[in-house]
């Protein structure tokens, strides 16, 4: 069995296996967690009767979602109807095979390096990631269009704009993480941020690592970039008509896509399985034992920013979609484009990984954001103050 | 080894007869009889090229599957009545021809690709057909215009490049396998390729799509009347005249 495990494909197919159990497990119970955040955050009890604390209520829910009546109503578009769920599910579920969960593995012991914890280690695992992330529209627009219901796609209009126009700063700011690397490979992005006094790339691009948190809320239509499901406008989103199982695919689907995200944001920002000073936790750690402690430390660093995810949505309100718009156009792109223009100038000059460079530009740019956003006099996703307001039919004479 | 052009120029004509079946046509339909032929064609190129599926780790198998969907959802994109689907089958094509790009070891160009063209450019297609036509299927989708012609151009340049193809050696193929591996990276090399040798059409192409930009703001960009401007129009005139910005 052992000796099975040293052969990367077998290590793979295993390290799938288990990943994608715990995923479907962490999913169902980010619900639950969900559920028991907010009521703690509006101080109430939040789930308590399915099992000691309310544990086994995720079983619940499932069990529920599976046993409910299926409805497909009349007028809708059968096939994509079906197969917007499926699409939001399956690729929800397969962005985690190029995180790097554990880093290289000596299965047998003897010395040698066997495998790379990681289900696939190519070239291109952040553009993997990106492409994961484009296609995900898809479920989004098929889901609202093929229900037949204007509110659902209307959402759907919204949601696929905000996701598009957040793309861009998303991918400038791994861009500028890519250029300061050189490599598009997870594994060799983690390790650039460790060791020979190296540190995670958060202390060398803080402004970077906003926009990509940002982004990734927008991303994941998470509040307060939810527009899609704004209830009191929208009824319930652009999975209005959805029923059962379905609908609870749909939700599967967004979790998977915020585990994967935060996954992401790990890898690039935190140093992934690394924690300083901790013993174990080093490239050169190659035994069984430190690849379990390293996924541990990667998944708690996940199970972070799920929280902080949560935190945000019970915390903040929803933005208008004329300031979500511009926050993205005219807030986030510009000041991913300085960042990137200025990490290239840092590459051609060799200080790319110098920390008085790096940190000191973000500091400078942060501060002409500042002074720009007060010269401005308005913050850039209010309503501009010398905007009067657009009144139309003001001189109608009354009938 | 002689019959060979004879059998692959005898399914091309067998698949562009199922194709002329398949196109949507407003009298009596032949659609069945077009799906038969087109299967058989493929089915065909299938056995023909059954021979290069014993490969090393199943990348054979890979191509001839992937090449399979790529070319039945192609022959759906022209072929069938509602624009929504057509343009969901292109998504199709271009997401199986990812994996043919990735045995090849480009694997850069198939994440260009995906992010590009599926994640970006269709998406904006599908939202457009889907605004505009929002119930049933108008007279130009149900009927194709000239069927028999476009059939002819389109199969007689794949029997062209397939002419090519055929006088060509049988690659050796990129090694999948290398993908991970020691070396330059595709990505880096394509890198260097678009910055060294190719930097003018780079520039070029970039200046291009910052005009089109330009462009699209010029065009899109209306001015909001203001309060004082309503006030000195009359109510009917509102919005009609927008002064170019």
Known sequence: MMSLLEDQFWFSAALALVIFGAMMTAVAYCIYFERKISAWMQDRKGPNRVGPLGLLQPLADGGKFLLKEDIIPANVDKPLFVLAPAIAFGLGMIGFVVLPWGGRVDVDGDGAVDVIAQVADPGIGLLYLLGIG??????????????NNKYAFFAAMRST??????????????????????SLRLE??????????????????PLAFLILLTT???????????????????????????????????FLGEYAHMITGSGLIVVMFLGGWHLPWVPGLRPEDVSIGAMVLKMSVLGLKIAAFLFLFMWVRWTLPRFRFDQLMRLSWKGM??????????????????????????????????AVVLVISGVLGSPITGRQAHMPAVRMFASRPAR | MNHWPTLVYGLFAMGALGVYCLLPRAERSMRAAGAVLGAAALAGFLVLFARYAVSPQGSGVVFLVSGAI????????????????????????????????????????????????????????VFVIMLAQQSGAAH????????????????????????????????????????GGEGPSNTEVIGRVLMADYSAALEIAGVLLLIAMIGAVVISRKRVPTEDVVESRTPGMIGREVPPY
């Open chain 1, 134 to 147: 484009g296609l995900a529209v898809y479920a989004v627009v098929l889901g609202g269009w093929a229900n």
């Open chain 1, 161 to 182: 704009a905000q996701m598009l126009s957040y793309e861009i700063p998303m991918g400038l700011a791994i861009l500028v993480i890519v250029l300061m690397t050189g």
């Open chain 1, 188 to 205: 060799a992005i983690v390790l650039s941020q460790l060791g020979g006094g190296n540190v995670w790339n958060i202390v060398h691009h």
């Open chain 1, 216 to 250: 990734l809320f927008a991303e994941t239509n998470r509040t307060p970039f939810d527009l899609a499901e704004a209830e009191q406008e929208l009824i319930g989103g652009y999975h209005t008509e959805y029923s059962a199982l379905k609908f609870g695919l749909f």
């Open chain 1, 333 to 366: 792109l510009p000041v991913a484009l300085a960042l990137v223009c200025y990490t290239t100038w840092l590459v051609y000059v060799g200080r790319a990984t110098d920390i008085r460079w790096t940190l000191g530009g973000n500091a400078v740019l942060m």
């Open chain 2, 70 to 125: 790529a070319i039945a959802a192609a022959v759906k994109v022209i072929t069938h009545e509602r624009p929504v689907y057509s343009a969901l089958y292109f998504v199709l094509v271009v997401l199986a021809i990812t994996p043919l790009l990735i045995l090849q070891s480009a694997e850069f160009a198939a994440a260009a690709l995906v992010i590009i063209y599926a994640g970006a450019i269709l998406v904006t297609y």
């Open chain 2, 140 to 179: 130009y989708d149900r009927q194709s215009r000239e069927p028999f012609i476009a059939v002819l151009a389109g199969f007689l340049t794949t029997a062209v490049v397939a002419a090519g193809i055929m006088e060509l050696p049988v690659p050796a193929g990129g090694d999948p396998t290398a993908m």
